[in-house]
Structures are given as C-alpha cells and as structure tokens.
C-alpha cells in the first residue's frame, strides 16, 4: 500500500522536494513529483517544504470514525511529545475523550519498557558500536542505504509497538487501538504491524487538528484531565534531544560506550559514515531524523509554536514527574516478546559509464568541466548526480534551471535581435530602455545613445500613452513616422509587473504605397470614364441630330408621292 505520494494536480514542478529530500527518493515524471517507495525513508521533509501542500498521505481517520460508530473501545495512545505540541495539551486528553476514547494513554509507558531492555542490551551485546531504534525513518535510512550497519541496531520494538502491545494483552482483540503522535514515518512502521494485529491505526497532532477544525470543536473550552495510565519520567523524555541516552546514564557508563545524540538525516549520514569508515567506534547513537528529536516532527500543527518553545514547554512539564513512578500495567502484562528483526533492504544504485554521464551533460549545455556550476537549483548537489538522476530515470534534463534559462533567452535573444520588426522596449516613464537593430536602423541611431531618453525624441508616443492609462494593450494602430519615410503598424503591450512596455512596429510602408497606388490608379480610370461617357454623348446626340434631319426630309418626299398617287387615281 502507498502510504506517502504527491497529489499530483496540486504539484507545480518547483522541485523544491527534491531539493530537500536527503536520499533523493523523489523522482519528476511529466513534471509531478512522485515517491519512490523503495529508496524513501519516510522523514517527512519533502511533505513540510512543499509550498503547494500536494501531500498526499495515507489517512486511518476513517477506519477510527468506522470503529467508534460499530460501539468498540477506543484506546488513544499517545506520545509524550503532546505535552510540548500543544499549549493545554491536558484538554486534548478531554478532547480525545469528548470524540470517543474510552482510555488515554501515554506511550512513555512503552518507552520506560524500551528503556530496561536497551540497558540490557547495552549490558549484553558485543558488537562495537550501538544505533537506538525507536525512529522508524532511521532504521529504514539504515537497512536501505547502511546496510553494513544494521548489526548496530538494537533489536527491539519501539515505544509505540511495546505500548500497543501491552493494550492489547490486557483489552484483547475487541479494543481499537490507536497512535496519536508528531510523526509521519509511524504509520509506515505501523502497517505491518496493523496486518498482525498489534494496532489498529495511527493519526498525527496534525490529522487531530484537522478534524477538529472540521467539527468546529475549540480545544479552550473543556476542562484539563490527565491520561488514564501515564509513563514515568524516563519515558516522558524521550522527544527530547538526548531524552533516550539520558535515562540510561548508569548503564552507559559501566559498559564501553560513548553517548552520541544525533539528529537531522544529514547529520545522521555523517555519523553513519563515519562508522562505516571506523572513525566511530564504542558509540551508542541516540538516533532521530527530525532535527530537534521528536518535537520537530513533520505532522506537529502549522499553528504549534516554534521548535525552542515546545522543547523547553516539555521540559517544564515533565519536571515535576521526575520522581514519581506511575503505576499502568503489571509484570505480567509487561512479559513479552519485544524484540524485532531489521533485515536488509539496501538500494543498489545503478551504475554508468562515463560516455553515458558525459551525453547528458552535453544535452544540458555542459560541454566543459567550468559549465559544470553545480548550483543545486535540480536538487541534486552536482552537476553530475543530476546526470546520473536522468539516466536513472527520475528526472528530466529540462529540470536544469541555469540551462533552461539559457536556452529561453536565448530565444528571446534570436527574436529580439532577428526580429523584422521594431521593437522598443520603454519604462512607465516612457524612457526608452532597449531598442533592436531593426530599429536602431529605421531611426538611424544606436540603442546607446538613446537609453533613458523619452520615447517622443525618435517617435509618436501616444499610443503608449493610452495603454498605461486605460491597461490594455493595442493592436494595429497606424503611426507615420514622416522624418523617417516611415508608415508603420503600432503594437503596444504592457507588463505592469514589470512596469514596462514593449512597442512592435511593423513597416508597412510599401503596403500603404500600393494602396495609395491603387487609389490614384482607381481616380485616373474615373476621370478617363467620364471623358469617354461625355464624348460618346456629345457623338450620341450629333448622331440623333443629322437622324431627325433626314427624317424629316423622308417624311416631306413620301408625302409628295403620296399626294401624286392619289391625284393620278382621281383622273
């Protein structure tokens, strides 16, 4: 099951994840973010930096809102890291109440048993150096990338499962078990162990939150009540730095072993090869992912106060159990099986010839060592693991920021510079701040000389008026630069973001010629129509002149004969 992926319509190919990711676990496929489950530690960090929140992870809230409507017993525990987290962390135990836990618990219990059984381990074991095991991130960081170091970890659950089971021995099979804690990587260690039984789900501060925003339930207004069963101080302690190591001061000391609190992934691959180098021997690592141990966890509330703050709230809190023992569950609740196996999961990473890194390199304009900047922009730390990266397939080589800068200006560049048309770029002053060889030859100048000038010094700028007053840019307007011989169609577009506006001038002189052309040419046919039209009516009406005279002269003789036929008749 995927338990940690993107939302993919929500990812705007930023690579900030990448960016932040130590293992490099996140591979960009048609520009989205996606995990890849076999090299991911579960730390969280890609999910805090992402600044479009396209998180997507796995969610038992249904499963919890599914058991309490079936009737069954709801049992929360939770780590002591609430005590920090929250600003009246006592009214969320009311609060876990109020939405349907029969019992509330502390995991410090399970941490106070993890405690005897590392001093026991400590006190027992041969091996040169020692990795606490309580962080599931560490322990997959291990068993995926240190394999050589596994023999380091302590073989034994951590205080959420040693918890749980302890619930489950004393409540059975009915009992709904869940864990409520400042950690994203607890619901990869609790898959497994939810397919066995051992619990039923696990939420995050950061889930409660939300739920709680959803049902409109303001965490001020119920009264402070403690947890059923709560851990002793050795376990309330163990989200702070140093919070494992120093409840086993005695133990440590008698034995060969150096204490060593480590925190952050980068600081962990540090310590980490070190002991594979043999640098650090005759350590014991108190382990955690989260720089600042669990307080600094990826799912504590956006709205929680600062790291500094919840570390020194927790210790405030805590300071009054120091010497109280708290009674929770017994002996024989507490005689079980704990231990845990870590087997090797390492990622093997693929390898590549020279040949092969060098072609992709040149595909990114990378030709020679000096363009090889290594500016991390990719997420990746050189040049050369962001080949690697391609050829693994887990990016792309337009994911090269100096590189695709280069290329769209040098687009920019061949259009500005080959363009046909004039282009002059003003500020909204209507200085002029660029100004293309097109140009600089229409107006027989050089852009030098005009820089900072106003724009009315070389041409009409009314046009360039009307946008920055009415914002919108024009199309096709008609402006005669006579001093130039020039008659051209104006394209004024504004940037207001960058408070500039670029003017595109085409020439269509020749094209105003022509039509002038035309027109004369129409006016000429006109006026020779008319000349012929009044020199064919003037011929017309002679014609009809001389046709009325002859007409008429017929008319006069056929009348006469007329009038000597009759008179020849009448004889």
Not at 13 to 24: E, L, M, Q
Not at 166 to 191: N, Q, T, W
Not at 321 to 342: A, C, G, Q, V
Not at 521 to 547: P, S
């Amino acid at each position: 099951m995927r338990i940690l992926d993107f939302y993919p319509t929500n990812c705007k190919n930023c690579y900030k994840c990448v960016r932040n990711c130590s293992v490099k676990a996140i591979k960009m496929i048609d520009d989205q973010a996606q995990i890849v489950e076999e090299k991911c530690i579960a730390c969280g960090n890609c999910f805090l930096v992402c600044p479009q929140n396209a998180r997507n992870i796995h969610s038992d809230i249904d499963n919890v809102t599914e058991a309490m409507n079936q009737g069954r017993k709801i049992i929360v525990t939770i780590a002591p890291s609430y005590l920090g987290v929250y600003e009246e962390p006592y009214k969320i135990i009311s609060v876990l109440r109020h939405l349907g836990a029969s019992l509330v618990e502390e995991t410090a219990i399970g941490a106070v048993k993890v405690t005897e059984l590392y001093q026991d381990y400590i006190s027992s074991t041969t091996v040169d150096n020692l990795i606490t095991t309580c962080c599931p991130s560490v322990n997959m960081m291990v068993q995926t990338y240190y394999p050589e170091l596994i023999k380091y970890l302590m073989p034994i659950d951590s205080p959420m499962i040693a918890h749980c089971k302890m619930i489950r021995k004393r409540h059975g099979k009915d009992a709904f078990i869940v864990f409520l804690g400042p950690c994203i990587s607890k619901k990869c260690e609790a898959y497994g162990y939810q397919l066995s039984g051992v619990v039923d789900g696990v939420i995050s501060f950061e889930e409660l939150d939300k739920m709680l925003e959803t049902r409109n339930i303001d965490v001020s207004q119920f009264e402070e009540s403690l947890p059923d069963l709560q851990g002793d101080y050795t376990g309330k302690k163990y989200p702070l730095e140093n919070g494992i190591l120093s409840g086993m001061k005695e133990t440590i000391s008698a034995n060969k072993f150096t204490p060593l609190s480590v925190s952050g992934i980068d600081n962990l691959r540090g310590a980490f090869e070190a002991m594979e180098k043999g640098e650090l021997k005759n350590v014991i690592v108190e382990a955690n992912s989260c720089q600042g141990g669990c307080l600094g966890g990826p799912a504590v509330p956006k709205k929680s106060r600062n790291l500094f703050v919840r570390k020194t709230k927790t210790r405030t809190e805590i300071r009054p159990s120091r010497n109280i023992r708290y009674k929770n569950y017994t002996e024989d609740e507490k005689s079980l099986d704990y231990s845990r196996f870590f087997r090797n999961k390492q990622y093997i990473h693929p390898t590549y010839s020279e040949e092969e890194i060098l072609g992709v390199l040149e595909k990114t304009g990378k030709h020679t060592k000096s363009d090889e900047l290594n500016c991390g922009a990719c997420g990746y730390d050189t040049c050369r693991d962001k080949a690697v990266s391609v050829l693994e397939g887990l990016s792309h080589p337009q994911m090269c920021m100096p590189y695709m800068r280069s290329e769209a200006e040098k687009i920019s560049n061949i259009y500005f510079q080959y363009s046909p048309s004039i282009i002059v770029i003003v500020d909204t002053d209507l200085n002029i701040l660029d100004l293309n060889p097109v140009g600089e030859k229409a107006f027989n100048t050089n852009v030098s000389s005009l820089r900072n000038k106003k724009l009315s010094s070389i041409m009409p700028d009314d046009g360039f008026r009307e946008v920055l007053k009415t914002e919108e840019n024009t199309v096709g307007r008609k402006v005669n630069l006579d001093k130039y011989g020039i008659i051209a169609s104006e394209r004024v577009i504004y940037l207001p973001k960058n408070k500039i506006l670029f003017g595109i001038l085409n020439d269509i002189t020749a094209d105003e010629m022509k039509k002038e052309q035309i027109i004369n040419f129409k006016l000429n046919t006109l006026e020779t129509a008319d000349k012929v039209i009044e020199k064919q009516m003037r011929v017309a009406q002679e014609i009809a002149g001389l046709l009325g005279e002859t007409t008429a002269e017929t008319k006069a003789a056929l009348l006469k004969l007329k009038k000597v036929v009759l008179e020849e008749s009448e004889k």
